[in-house]
Each structure stands twice: as structure tokens, then as C-alpha cells.
């Protein structure tokens, strides 16, 4: 007996005419009645989903999370309750701003997204390459987006817009500084750090809770190309990064990140010196050191880019137990829009989706929806509570109580003055993170990103844009304005110059 297997439309029915449309006659037109030629075509008209409105072109990864030390202190989480325990997960690493054609080694942060799945569900650690972002509220994000994006008018992107609003925001400043120098055009996905970015919380299980950040230290070491070879990559190789990672996992050369913690109590939350929970900030290692937790690693590239890796979705709302959120405004925010964004681009029941679907228990009254596919509960009742089946809430999953600072609904755009003080840590970056030469390669980073800016108020972008950058260190603004040819004692105060 032949074990050919035979070619049928979706529905399972064989098939043959699969290259030749049913017509009248030799000649004549095509007939309504060829369902294989309407049932190709319109699968075709939709294999395209909507792509991620940011983040849209990335690579992606299987692997394992050991725990190598003991954190239980801090949380209650099943996956770190034991040394030697592993996780499975998924990391999907990507560019923020561009298209899906976009190339792998423009200038961008990167993002760092990691599925945990865990006996307690899934928790999704939803970060960027970076520990901080360029706006800390909400509400900004749309904007910034938009900007990141093509003019309404020319359909280009547009230097003057990028500009425009960092100039307008100086909470942008920090982040800035690390896109534009050699941070922001990394080697591939193998040689960058990844981080949570915000704050979250851990609660142990006296309910104690503790605030935290997380750390993913790349064991393969940092490099990043230069503006130059970043700008050939691109030329030469538009999807270098998924490249590399998928064949360095193919030949068994897999990946692997140091994942640790900083850790601060709530006391030290309320008298800390500015907003910890500030996006745009860091958190000093020398205050609050870095403690390890474990070795994540990647060793199994997906079989099907669309499948596991477009369809991957992830939301920093999914959280386990013993973890939790912060009062961190852009985690807020975050935690409502990334599941609404899944529910857009893939459905209701995007989490059936294999990739995204729990591999341990689910239990639940939702029911229909588009592309349900799991039987939708069978016969069983879809309301709570019921007489007729045995699902219950489990009261150890009772979160703690969290307490409010105020009763006072307001719109605090109004911070103190460390809260708004956006030059510090940039200045710190320039003068004692990087060295002599990284610092003339951000210096002229800068310098040729901002000479794209045109229009009428070029030079009001550009100068408000030089007083940010005078702000955070002098040689910094005294290089990018010489650099731009601009005459600065016609636009500082003299104590700049002096």
C-alpha cells in the first residue's frame, strides 16, 4: 500500500486541479465553482497578520532557565524555589522602530522579551536592551511611536520629528545618550544585555514584598558595531542579527545570559533620593548590587518563523506568583495596552496559540470568540460559580494588599526637583561609562543624526536639543555643537563657555 500522502484543501478534501483553474471551454473565462482556486487565494490574502505596530521585525529562540542561587528570600515564585531547577522559556529579541523589511543593525534599542513557562502559568518579562526608556509616562508613548515612524506627509522618516520631540522631553535625554552611541547598533541578539527595565516587585512567602529589577548579563561579552559597520552590515546583510543567532544555535554554539536582581525594600522606595520608579533612571549597583539568580540559555531555534515566532505574543501583565507590579506609571500603562495589542493582531484566544498556550493546567470560564480552538469548553458550564464542576479558587494564590500613598486622584505632571532632574545620570554615562574613544563616536553619532533636521525651525530644535546636551556635560554639548557648526555664544549663557 502507497504511503503517499495526498493533497486535500484545508477542510482535509483530496484534491487534484491544484495548478489549473476549472474554465469554459479552453479559452473562456474561469468558473465561481473552482472552491481550490478561491480557498488558495484567500488564504493567500491573508497570510499576512497585522504586524507589531512596534517591534515588528524579530528573531526568536528556545532554551532553559536554571537557577544557580538561592533567591527565596525575595519570592515565592515556583520556578526559583529550588538550585538546579530549570524553566523552559522563549526569547524574542527584535528592533523597536522599524518595519518588518527593516535591517537588523539600524540604530534602535532592542527589545528583550521572555516567555517563562512555569507550573503556576505563563510569565511573560517583557524588556528592551537597555535598563531605562525614553519617556516615563504612558501616555507620551504614542508620540514618541509616532515619531520612530514614517511622516504623515512625505511617508519618510523624518530627523526633524525624532529631534523635534527628544528636544521637547528632555526625560529623553538618558536613553538617547545610549542609542546614540555604540550601545545602540549591537553586535547580533548574542553579544547585548537584556533587561526587565522597569521596576516589578517580589513577594516571599511571608507576603513580604520587595521591589526589583532585572539584569540578563550576556555570557558571549559586549560588542557592538560602529556607526560605519553597522551602516555595511546593513548594506551587506539586512537580516544579520536572526542570521547569527539562528546558526549559532543550529551548530551548538547556544547562547546564555546571567539573569540577576536589585533589590530594594519599600522603606528605601519612600526615601530614596529620586522616583525609583522612574523608567527613565537607573538604580546605583553600588547602592543596590546586582545578585545572581541563575543562567538562562538558548538551545533550540523554532521550526516555523510564523508559527512560533510572528504569532509569539507577550504582555508584562502576566505575572506569577510571587511576582508582581510596582508603581513604575510606563508599567502601568504597559500592563492594559500589550494584551489589547495581542487581542488586535491575533485574536481573542491568541493564548491557544501553541506558542503562547500554557503548557501546564488552564482553567477557565472563557468562551467563543474568534479562531476558538480548543473544543470551547465542550458541554461544561461557562459561568462561575455552578453546581455542576469542581473549579475553584485556590486561596494560597491570594495576592497581598497593597498600599496606596494617597486618596488623591490627580495628574502629578509636577515632580520634584530630583524627579526632573534629566542630566545627571546622562552626564555620569558620558564622562565614566564610556571612554575617549566611544565618546568622539557618540559625539559624532549625534552630530550626523542631527544634521538631518530641516525645515523652518531647524535651528530652534537644534538649539533647544544643545541645551540638553549642555545640561548633562559641557564637552558633550561643546562637541556636538562644533560638530554642527553652530557658534555657541550666540545660543548659551556664558557660564557655558566659560
Known amino acids: 500500500m502507497s504511503t503517499q500522502r495526498k493533497l486535500t484543501t484545508a477542510s482535509g478534501i483530496p484534491y487534484y486541479h491544484h495548478e489549473d483553474t476549472q474554465s469554459a471551454g479552453e479559452r473562456g473565462p474561469l468558473l465561481l465553482q473552482d472552491f481550490i482556486l478561491h480557498e488558495k487565494m484567500a488564504h493567500f490574502n491573508r497570510e499576512r497578520i497585522p504586524e507589531r505596530i512596534v517591534h515588528a521585525k524579530g528573531s526568536?529562540?528556545?532554551g532553559t532557565f536554571t537557577v544557580t542561587h538561592d533567591i527565596t528570600?525575595?519570592?515565592?515564585?515556583?520556578?526559583?524555589?529550588?538550585?538546579?531547577k530549570e524553566t523552559r522559556v522563549m526569547l524574542r529579541m527584535s528592533t523597536v522602530g522599524g518595519e518588518k523589511g527593516s535591517a537588523d543593525t539600524e540604530r534602535d534599542p532592542r527589545g528583550f522579551a521572555l516567555k517563562f513557562y512555569t507550573e503556576d502559568g505563563n510569565w511573560d518579562l517583557v524588556g528592551n536592551n537597555t535598563p531605562i526608556f525614553f519617556i516615563k509616562d504612558p501616555k507620551k508613548f504614542s508620540d514618541f511611536i509616532h515619531t520612530q515612524k514614517r511622516d504623515p506627509y512625505t511617508n519618510c522618516k523624518s530627523a526633524t520629528n525624532v529631534w523635534d520631540f527628544f528636544s521637547l522631553n528632555p526625560e529623553s535625554l538618558h536613553q538617547v545618550m545610549f542609542l546614540m552611541s555604540d550601545r545602540g547598533t549591537p553586535h547580533g541578539y548574542r553579544?547585548?544585555?537584556?533587561?526587565?527595565?522597569h521596576t516589578f516587585s517580589m513577594i516571599n512567602s511571608d507576603n513580604k514584598r520587595v521591589f526589583v529589577k532585572f539584569h540578563f548579563k550576556t555570557q558571549q561579552g559586549i560588542r557592538n558595531f560602529t556607526a560605519?559597520?553597522?551602516?555595511?552590515?546593513?548594506?551587506?546583510?539586512?537580516?544579520?542579527?536572526?542570521?547569527?543567532?539562528?546558526?549559532?544555535?543550529?551548530?551548538g554554539n547556544f547562547p546564555k545570559w546571567t539573569m540577576m536582581i536589585q533589590v530594594m525594600t519599600e522603606e528605601q522606595s519612600k526615601t530614596h533620593k529620586f522616583n525609583p520608579f522612574d523608567l527613565t533612571k537607573t538604580w546605583s549597583q553600588k547602592d543596590y548590587p546586582l545578585i545572581e539568580v541563575g543562567t538562562l540559555e538558548l538551545n533550540a531555534?523554532?521550526?516555523?518563523?510564523?508559527?512560533?515566532?510572528?504569532?509569539?505574543?507577550?504582555?508584562?501583565?502576566?505575572?506569577?506568583?510571587?511576582?508582581?507590579?510596582?508603581?513604575?506609571?510606563?508599567?502601568?500603562?504597559?500592563?492594559?495596552?500589550?494584551?489589547?495589542?495581542?487581542?488586535?493582531?491575533?485574536?481573542?484566544?491568541?493564548?491557544?496559540?501553541?506558542?503562547?498556550?500554557?503548557?501546564?493546567?488552564?482553567n477557565n470560564y472563557q468562551r467563543d470568540g474568534q479562531m476558538r480552538v480548543d473544543g470551547n469548553g465542550g458541554a461544561?458550564?461557562?459561568?462561575?460559580?455552578?453546581?455542576?464542576?469542581?473549579?475553584?479558587?485556590?486561596?494560597?494564590?491570594?495576592?497581598?494588599?497593597?498600599?496606596?500613598?494617597?486618596?488623591?486622584?490627580?495628574?502629578?505632571?509636577?515632580?520634584g526637583p530630583n524627579d526632573n532632574d534629566h542630566y545627571t545620570q546622562p552626564g555620569i554615562f558620558f564622562r565614566e561609562v564610556l571612554s575617549d574613544e566611544d565618546k568622539k563616536r557618540l559625539i559624532n553619532t549625534i552630530v550626523g543624526?542631527?544634521?538631518?533636521?530641516?525645515?523652518?525651525?531647524?535651528?530652534?530644535?537644534?538649539?533647544?536639543?544643545?541645551?540638553?546636551?549642555?545640561?548633562a556635560d559641557i564637552q558633550l554639548g561643546?562637541?556636538?555643537?562644533?560638530?554642527?557648526?553652530?557658534?555657541?555664544?550666540?545660543?548659551?549663557?556664558?557660564?557655558?563657555?566659560?
Open 60 to 62: 526568536a529562540a528556545y
Open 301 to 362: 531555534n523554532p521550526q516555523n518563523y510564523f508559527a512560533e515566532v510572528e504569532q509569539a505574543a507577550f504582555a508584562p501583565a502576566h505575572i506569577v506568583d510571587g511576582i508582581g507590579f510596582s508603581p513604575d506609571k510606563m508599567l502601568q500603562g504597559r500592563i492594559l495596552s500589550y494584551p489589547d495589542a495581542q487581542r488586535y493582531r491575533l485574536g481573542a484566544n491568541y493564548e491557544q496559540i501553541p506558542v503562547n498556550r500554557c503548557p501546564f493546567m488552564v
Open 380 to 415: 461544561a458550564p461557562n459561568y462561575f460559580p455552578n453546581s455542576f464542576d469542581d473549579i475553584k479558587p485556590d486561596e494560597s494564590y491570594i495576592r497581598p494588599a497593597e498600599p496606596v500613598e494617597t486618596p488623591v486622584a490627580d495628574w502629578y505632571d509636577r515632580n
Open 449 to 471: 543624526a542631527m544634521a538631518g533636521i530641516d525645515g523652518p525651525k531647524r535651528n530652534l530644535i537644534i538649539n533647544r536639543q544643545l541645551c540638553h546636551f549642555f545640561r
Open 228 to 251: 560605519a559597520e553597522a551602516d555595511q552590515m546593513r548594506a551587506t546583510d539586512p537580516d544579520f542579527a536572526q542570521r547569527d543567532l539562528l546558526n549559532a544555535i543550529d551548530s
Open 191 to 197: 553579544h547585548m544585555h537584556g533587561f526587565g527595565s
Open 478 to 498: 561643546m562637541g556636538i555643537a562644533n560638530g554642527l557648526g553652530i557658534n555657541v555664544d550666540e545660543i548659551m549663557p556664558k557660564q557655558h563657555t566659560a
Open 73 to 84: 528570600r525575595f519570592t515565592k515564585a515556583k520556578l526559583f524555589q529550588e538550585i538546579g
